[in-house]
């Protein structure tokens, strides 16, 4: 297809696209003439990754880069690359640290693994600091309450992983941590809604 057809088809501008490959983000298309080349499916794809992964609120182009870096090329352990991957998603924070104290006496509690070099460990310690900060209940229990439902919902995102290959797993990975994060918190906000209504109507 030509570009302009890879551009109709993806919804991303022309100019987008050059750029995309100009920064060898996208693969060049398959040379024809002096002036025309050639593009397929596979360009597609991953124009709609690039398009997808730019959607996210607040990821940076470098940081694109870095996950479409870990897709080309990942590396032999799997829990290593998938770590980096979505430690490149926001919300960023300072993993410069060796301890996080906080994070650490939590994830003890509910039975998790400690690892200060995931960038979920950082983002649990920054939170738990604020919420301690509001003079919020961050208990063990109240800890467990949400662990517990991550789990399932951990449990159930992680199965089609098994599966399948590296190069296919970390997009998958990554998109569905970016993507559905919003989901579920908008989906927690509307059950909130819902069970105060109920609430008040009796129903």
Request: aromatic fraction near 4%; avoid cysteine.
């Amino acid at each position: 297809m030509k570009i302009s057809e890879l551009s109709e088809r993806s919804g991303v501008p022309v100019a987008t696209v050059k750029f995309y490959i100009r920064e060898g983000m996208l693969p060049r298309g398959e040379t024809v003439s002096a002036t025309r080349a050639e593009y397929g499916d596979d360009h597609l794809a991953r124009l709609r990754l690039i398009a997808a992964l730019a959607d996210v609120r607040g990821l940076a182009l470098t940081r694109v880069r870095d996950i479409l870096a870990l897709i080309d090329a990942p590396a032999a352990d799997p829990i290593s690359t998938l770590g980096k991957a979505v430690g490149a998603l926001p919300p960023y924070v300072d993993g410069d640290r060796d301890d996080y104290p906080r994070a650490r006496a939590a994830i003890a509690d509910l039975d998790l693994t400690y690892d200060p070099d995931f960038t979920a460990v950082a983002q649990l310690d920054e939170a738990l600091r604020a919420v301690e900060g509001a003079g919020l209940d961050a208990s063990p229990a109240v800890l467990r309450r949400y662990a517990d439902a991550m789990k399932q919902v951990a449990a159930a995102e992680i199965a089609p992983v098994a599966d399948m290959p590296l190069d296919e797993a970390v997009p998958y990975a990554v998109l569905g941590t970016a993507l559905y994060e919003p989901v579920m918190l908008a989906l927690r906000r509307l059950a909130h809604h819902h069970l105060l209504v109920e609430r008040e109507t009796g129903a």
